[in-house]
Nanobody
Framework: QVQLVESGGGLVQPGGSLRLSCAAS????????MGWYRQAPGNQRALVAT???????NIADSGRGRFTISRDNAKNTVYLQMNSLKPEDTAVYYC?????????????WGQGTQVTVSS
């Protein structure tokens, strides 16, 4: 089992920045990929960014040029740095971890952290 605990959400004005953190209960070296997803009211959960165990990153179009995903292996933590935030970035942000096993794929989610962008 992998527990994921997110933090760093909150209320920020348009144009502001936030850094979300996702702390894993296991070494993230054992996790094939970690990422951030978001879900706004009435919408489906959508990909924001991912990072593999090898450090390869992918940022969705919605955040490209504004968001950065990174990892601190020593702290078993993945970060999402969000700059130039817009009201449409308002959503619950969820951390995700995927661990590939020999005969199954394990998918874990955090409890979510609210991000509200409003003046």
């Amino acid at each position: 089992q992998v527990q994921l605990v997110e933090s760093g959400g909150g209320l920020v004005q348009p144009g502001g920045s936030l850094r979300l953190s996702c702390a894993a209960s296991v070494s993230i070296f054992s996790i094939n990929a970690m990422g951030w997803y978001r879900q706004a009211p009435g919408n489906q959960r959508a990909l924001v960014a991912t990072i593999t165990s090898g450090g390869r990153t992918n940022i969705a179009d919605s955040g490209r040029g504004r968001f950065t995903i990174s990892r601190d292996n020593a702290k078993n933590t993945v970060y999402l740095q969000m700059n130039s935030l817009k009201p449409e970035d308002t959503a619950v942000y969820y951390c995700n971890a995927v661990r590939e096993r020999i005969n199954r794929r394990e998918n874990y989610w955090g409890q979510g952290t609210q991000v509200t962008v409003s003046s």
